[in-house]
């Protein structure tokens, strides 16, 4: 799930916009550090360059890209994300 949630965070960021998006953007790619942790099987915690990254990123950023990647399978006429706990 990490790791889907990942890619779609990196989707979106590929797919720039305004100047608003482009910072949102620049800062979403900070998150790169941290794919060694949400690949599966791979690092337990995730490394402090990744705790910074996420830490630098603005909430109205990660949550608009968090709501976007979730809306894709939907728009790609695939069933909505249902993820276990």
Do not use: E, W, Y
């Amino acid at each position: 799930m990490k790791s889907v949630i990942l890619g779609m965070i990196l989707v979106v960021v590929v797919v720039g916009g305004s100047s608003a998006q482009d910072t949102c953007s620049s800062t979403l790619s900070s998150l790169n550090v941290c794919a060694p942790f949400v690949v599966p099987g791979a690092a337990a915690n995730p490394s402090p360059d990744c705790c910074g990254a996420l830490q630098a990123i603005n909430h109205d950023c990660l949550c608009s890209t968090l709501r976007i990647a979730s809306r894709i399978p939907v728009q790609c006429n695939l069933p909505p994300l249902a993820c276990p706990n």
